[in-house]
Nanobody, 128 residues
Framework: QVQLAQSGGGSVQTGGSLRLSCAASEYSSRPYCMGWFRQVPMKEREGVAAIYGQGHFTYYADSVKGRFTISRDNAQKTLYLQMDTLKPEDTGMYYC?????????????????????WGQGTQVTVSS
């Protein structure tokens, strides 16, 4: 059972930056497939970014491409999401998530139904 503990988030003005962190309680010998998702009230949780293949591969939703960067520190078992040039539409509850390999690549990496383990969520608010 993997536990994911999130930190970071908060409130920022348009154009600002925030970084989210997600610490995993354990890994298998092969790093888990991991991703970031966000959700706003009355809408489904959507995939934002994913990382797999021991961090060699990443995939981003079109809405955040070029502004967000997902990364991982396998030694520290920590996942990050650097969010730059934030927009009001980025506002939402952000969740990190993981599932054991083999990982799905491409757009499938943002399929929330693939993920078994979820962080507690952290709020990101971007004001105009």
């Amino acid at each position: 059972q993997v536990q994911l503990a999130q930190s970071g988030g908060g409130s920022v003005q348009t154009g600002g930056s925030l970084r989210l962190s997600c610490a995993a309680s354990e890994y298998s010998s092969r790093p888990y497939c991991m991703g970031w998702f966000r959700q706003v009230p009355m809408k489904e949780r959507e995939g934002v970014a994913a990382i797999y293949g021991q961090g060699h591969f990443t995939y981003y939703a079109d809405s955040v491409k070029g502004r967000f960067t997902i990364s991982r520190d396998n030694a520290q078992k920590t996942l990050y999401l650097q969010m730059d040039t934030l927009k009001p539409e980025d506002t939402g509850m952000y969740y990190c998530a993981a599932y054991p390999p083999p990982c799905n690549g491409g757009i499938s990496s943002l399929n929330r139904n693939k993920y078994n383990y979820w962080g507690q969520g952290t709020q990101v608010t971007v004001s105009s």
